[in-house]
């Protein structure tokens, strides 16, 4: 079945950086759209990221833009999230979802199990 697992997750000082993985099994990875999304204390899921099957179309949410990078292994069947220039605003739990198809306007089919990101002032 569909697995996805996040990693790199951890607690970071203001102004530090961290680098997410998600490692995929169960399907065809080089497929699908991929996406991150994460969920601060006390909101909403957020979507901050999504990547084309290839690779070659990225697209961000405006607070990340410029901070964060997506990023993608086809041949790993893994996901990145390098994120830069940490503010505690970033602090939540991120998710490794899945597209239902290559396309960025797909429903999310599968999550992962999520891995906090913490940042101190």
């Known amino acids: 079945q569909v697995q996805l697992v996040e990693s790199g997750g951890g607690l970071v000082q203001a102004g530090g950086s961290l680098r997410l993985s998600c490692a995929a099994s169960?399907?065809?990875?080089?497929?699908?759209?991929m996406n991150w999304v994460r969920q601060s204390p006390g909101k909403g899921l957020e979507w901050i990221a999504g990547i084309s099957s290839s690779g070659g179309s990225l697209l961000y949410v405006d607070s990340v833009k410029g901070r964060f990078t997506i990023s993608r292994d086809n041949a790993m069947n893994t996901m990145y999230l390098q994120m830069n220039s940490l503010n505690p605003e970033d602090s939540a739990v991120y998710y490794c979802t899945k597209g239902a198809g290559s396309n960025w306007r797909d429903a999310l089919d599968a999550w992962g199990q999520g891995i906090l990101v913490t940042v101190s002032s």
């Open positions: 169960g399907f065809t990875f080089g497929n699908y759209y």
